[in-house]
């Protein structure tokens, strides 16, 4: 069974940074591009980063280049997000998720973690 | 940006009727060279992640249940509930998954009458 656990959200002040984790089992990690998906507060989702296999190909959202990155450690089966210079409008659950196959196509998100909080407030 | 938008945004329907949502593109979300439409359909309880119902626009995941049908082209998409059932009662969201950034409507809550 597919699991995703993520880990690391807390209350922060703007400016600060913060590292999200997602611990993932139940699968060949290494095999699978990943994404980590926020949601406000009543919001919709939105999609914020991916990463393939090796961590070669990333890509963003505009909403966040430049202050956040992706990242991941197969070894340790575990996708990172490292957030810097918060901004209230990051407030969100941090949710990771994970296509169902392994190559790209079918980018829909078949799996989601439980997600965890981050909130930027002073 | 491919922008979703669905409507309504609350919807409310009686037990065993049919609730209808829309859900509509900026651009289409048709890809020419497999005839696919890269849209899904996900739904949201409170406290819970989504959850994934419907992908290329109408294949319904294995665990999800027959009443719900995904149908539409191009850039008109619509998810019913042929006949609702309390635990029906949730948010749901379209995303298109043509192109980054991957994008979701707003959402569309769905009540008892």
């Known amino acids: 069974e597919v699991q995703l656990v993520e880990s690391g959200g807390g209350l922060v002040q703007p400016g600060g940074s913060l590292r999200l984790s997602c611990a993932a089992s139940?699968?060949?990690?290494?095999?699978?591009?990943m994404n980590w998906v926020r949601q406000a507060p009543g919001k919709g989702p939105v999609w914020v980063s991916r990463i393939n296999s090796d961590g070669s190909d990333i890509t963003y959202a505009d909403s966040v280049r430049g202050r956040f990155t992706i990242s991941r450690d197969n070894a340790k089966n575990t996708l990172y997000l490292q957030m810097n210079s918060l901004r209230a409008e990051d407030t969100a659950v941090y949710y990771c998720?994970?296509?169902?196959?392994?190559?790209?196509?079918?980018?829909?998100?078949?799996?989601w973690g439980q997600g965890t909080l981050v909130t930027v407030s002073s | 940006d491919i922008v979703m938008t669905q409507s309504p945004d609350s919807l409310a329907v009686s037990l065993g009727e049919r609730a209808t949502i829309n859900c509509k593109s900026s651009?289409?979300?048709?890809?020419?060279?497999?005839?696919?439409?890269?849209l899904a359909w996900y739904q949201q309880k409170p406290g819970q992640p989504p959850k994934l119902l419907i992908n290329w626009a109408s294949t319904r995941e294995s665990v999800v249940p027959d009443r719900f049908v995904g149908s539409g082209s191009g850039t008109e998409f619509t998810l019913t509930i042929s006949s609702l059932q309390a635990e029906d009662v949730a948010l749901y969201y379209c995303q298109q998954y043509y192109g980054t950034p991957y994008t979701f409507g707003q959402g569309t809550k769905l009540e008892i009458k």
């Open positions: 998720a994970r296509w169902p196959d392994h190559v790209g196509g079918a980018e829909y998100f078949q799996h």
């Open positions: 651009q289409s979300v048709l890809y020419s060279s497999n005839n696919k439409n890269y």
């Open positions: 139940g699968f060949t990690f290494s095999r699978y591009w």
